[in-house]
C-alpha cells in the first residue's frame, strides 16, 4: 500500500477531495516524475466512460417516422454532402430542417464527407432517412465522431484552464488535475453528447477556449473563439453579454482607452462573423439564404418552452396557462424583459470590476437568467449554465464546491424524463453514483458499512473521524438542511416516476414535480451565485 499523506493546508482543492476516491486515484502520481502521466490518464478514462456511454441506445433509436436528434445530425450530414449550400437551409424543413448556424453547417459536412468515403449508404440524399444498420457500423462511425470533436475542442480546454487557475492560485499540479477529472467526469454533458447524441462539446469547447484567452488577456482570440461558439450553436448567445460587457470594459477603461485593443476585438468579431457567412452569402444565392440561415436558428414560433422544463414559464404555466391568456408575440416580449431584468445586474458588475476570478460567476448568472426566463427553452439548455458552474471545481471555497456539485446533481436530474425516453435509465444511475462517488459524496458511507479491506482505497481507510464521516456539503446548517432536503425530494420522484404511473387525468405529474424541484433549486443557486458575484467582485485573485 502506498503511504498517503495528508495534504498541506495551504494545497486547499487537494484538501477539499482529501478522503475521495478521485484523491486516492491521482495520488500515485504526485511525485514530479509521473505528473506528466496523469493528465493521460485522465482523458483517457473519460473517453473510457465516454465510449461505455455511447453502447447504449440513442435518440430517436428505432422509432419512426421521425426518429430523433442522432437523425437530425445524420440528416444535416447527408443534406450538406448532396446539396449545394443554397438550399442547405430551404430543403424539406418539416423533416429535420437545417436550424443550427452555420459553423454546425460546416461541421455536418465535414463529418458527412468522411463517413461517405467509409460507406455512401449512411448519407445517400433522401435514402438514408432513418437509416439504422444491423451491425451498427453508423452509430459507431456517429459515436466517434462526438469523441473526435470533444478531444479536439473541450477536453484540451478544459485542461488548459486548470492548469491555468491552479498555477495562479499556486495549487499543487495533484491539485490541477483533480479538478480537470472532476470537470470532464460531469455526467450531465456525457449523457447527452453520447448518450442521447449531440455536439455540445464544440460549442461548451469553444467557450472554455474563449475563457482561457480572456484569462491570458488575448482579447482578439477570445472574441474569435466567442464567435465561433455562436457560430456553432446559438445557444452560446447565453453568454454574450457578459462577453460584451468584459472586452468593452478591458477595451475602454484598462487602465484607460486603448485603441488597438478596441479595434483588435472589433475585428476580429466583425471577421469571424464574415467568415462564417460568408460562403452562405457567395455560394449561397445571396442575402436571401443568410436571412433564412438566421430566421431557422431563432424559432419563436415554437412556443415559450419546448417539452417539459425546469424554468420560470413551464413550472409557473401550471397554475397559469400562458399561451391561453397572451400572444405569442407578447410572451416573446414578457420573456425578453424578464431575461434582460435577470442578467443586467451580472453585465453591469462585470463591467465596472472586470475581474478574472469573477468571470465564471458572471457567466453563471446570465446564462441561468437565461435558462429560467428566456423563450423558447428545452431541457438539455442546462448544459449552458452547467458550463461556468461546472468549472468552479477549481475553486478553493468548500462552500462553493458543495454547492456546484449539488446543482450539478439537480440539473442531471431535470435530464431524467429525456434520458429515460432514449432508454438511458442504466446510463443515468451509474453516472449519477460514479461522479458523487469519484468526488467523495459516499465517503462517510464506506468505512462505516464496510470492512477496511473494501475500503476503495488508503486515504479514506486511514483518516480521522472527521474526515471519514466527510460529504460533498456546506458547513452552513441551513444549506444542509435544504441540500439534504432536496435530494430526499429527488429520490421520491425518481422512485414514483419509476415504480409508480401517473394519474390519468395528469399524465405528466410526476416529469412536472421533476421541473418544480429542479426550478426551485436552480433560483436559490442563481441567487446565491448573484451574492457570490458581488461579493468577490471587490476583492482581488490573491485575497481568494
Given amino acids: ?161 486548470t492548469k491555468w487557475v491552479g498555477k495562479h492560485r499556486n ?22 453528447d453520447h448518450g442521447h447524441f449531440q455536439y455540445n462539446c464544440v460549442m461548451l469547447g469553444l467557450t472554455v477556449y474563449a475563457i482561457n484567452s480572456l484569462l491570458d488577456e488575448f482579447y482578439a482570440p477570445a472574441a474569435f473563439c466567442f464567435v465561433l461558439s455562436i457560430c456553432f450553436k446559438q445557444m452560446a448567445l447565453y453568454y454574450a453579454p457578459i462577453f460584451f460587457s468584459y472586452l468593452l470594459s478591458k477595451s475602454l477603461f484598462s487602465p484607460r482607452f486603448n485603441l488597438p485593443r478596441f479595434l483588435s476585438v472589433a475585428i476580429a468579431t466583425v471577421l469571424t462573423f464574415a467568415a462564417m457567412y460568408a460562403p452562405l452569402y457567395v455560394l449561397g444565392g445571396g442575402l436571401t439564404n443568410v436571412v433564412q440561415s438566421v430566421h431557422r436558428i431563432f424559432p419563436f414560433a415554437r412556443g415559450i418552452f419546448e417539452d417539459k422544463v425546469a424554468n420560470f414559464w413551464c413550472v409557473s ?57 428566456s423563450f423558447q427553452v428545452h431541457e438539455k439548455t442546462i448544459l449552458v449554465p452547467l ?28 435530464l431524467w424524463p429525456l434520458l429515460k425516453k432514449d432508454g438511458l435509465m442504466l446510463q443515468y444511475g451509474v453516472c449519477f453514483a460514479l461522479s458523487n462517488w469519484l468526488i467523495g459524496n459516499f465517503s462517510f458511507v464506506t468505512p462505516k458499512f464496510l470492512p477496511k ?17 466527510r460529504s460533498l456539503l456546506p458547513e452552513n446548517f441551513l444549506w444542509k438542511v435544504a441540500i439534504v432536503s432536496s435530494y430526499v425530494i429527488m429520490v421520491l420522484i425518481q422512485i414514483l416516476d419509476i415504480f409508480v404511473s401517473p394519474p390519468k387525468r395528469y399524465p405528466d405529474l410526476w416529469v412536472l414535480l421533476n421541473c418544480a424541484l429542479g426550478f426551485a433549486c436552480f433560483s436559490i443557486f442563481w441567487l446565491w451565485n448573484y451574492y457570490k458575484l458581488y461579493k468577490l467582485s471587490y476583492k482581488t485573485m490573491k485575497q481568494l
Fill in 1 to 161: 500500500m502506498i503511504p498517503i499523506k495528508k495534504p498541506k493546508k495551504s494545497d486547499n482543492i487537494v484538501q477539499s477531495f482529501y478522503a475521495s476516491p478521485l484523491y486516492d486515484f491521482l495520488y500515485p502520481f504526485r511525485p514530479a516524475g509521473s505528473q506528466w502521466l496523469t493528465e493521460y490518464v485522465i482523458v483517457l478514462f473519460a473517453l473510457i466512460i465516454r465510449c461505455a456511454i455511447g453502447l447504449a441506445s440513442y435518440s430517436g433509436m428505432n422509432n419512426p417516422p421521425m426518429f430523433g436528434d442522432f437523425e437530425a445530425q445524420r440528416h444535416w450530414m447527408e443534406i450538406t454532402q448532396h446539396l449545394p449550400i443554397s438550399q442547405w437551409y430551404w430543403f424539406d424543413l418539416e423533416y429535420w430542417g437545417l436550424d443550427y448556424p452555420p459553423l454546425t453547417a460546416y461541421h455536418s459536412y465535414v463529418l458527412g464527407k468522411i463517413g461517405s468515403f467509409i460507406n455512401s449508404k449512411w448519407f445517400a440524399l433522401n435514402e438514408s432517412r432513418g437509416f439504422e444498420s444491423l451491425d451498427n457500423d453508423l452509430k459507431t462511425y456517429m459515436r466517434f465522431t462526438v469523441l473526435l470533436s470533444e478531444a479536439i475542442c473541450y477536453i484540451p480546454a478544459v485542461v488548459y484552464f
Fill in 387 to 414: 458550463l461556468p458552474i461546472t468549472l468552479l471545481y477549481t475553486s478553493t471555497d468548500w462552500t462553493v464546491l458543495s454547492l456546484v456539485n449539488w446543482i450539478n446533481n439537480i440539473g442531471l436530474f431535470t
Fill in 317 to 373: 404555466n401550471i397554475v397559469f396557462k400562458y399561451k391561453q391568456k397572451f400572444t405569442q408575440e407578447q410572451l416573446q416580449f414578457y420573456s425578453l424583459i424578464a431575461t434582460t431584468i435577470g442578467f443586467v445586474p451580472a453585465v453591469i458588475i462585470i463591467f465596472l470590476r472586470p475581474k478574472k476570478h469573477v468571470i465564471l460567476y458572471a457567466l453563471t448568472a446570465c446564462s441561468m437568467s437565461f435558462y429560467l426566463f
Fill in 453 to 469: 479491506f473494501l475500503t476503495p482505497g488508503p486515504s479514506i481507510s486511514s483518516v480521522d473521524d472527521n474526515y471519514r464521516r
Fill in 171 to 192: 495549487q499543487s499540479p495533484i491539485g490541477q488535475f483533480i479538478a480537470a477529472a472532476a470537470i470532464l467526469f460531469q455526467p450531465s454533458l456525457m449523457l447527452i
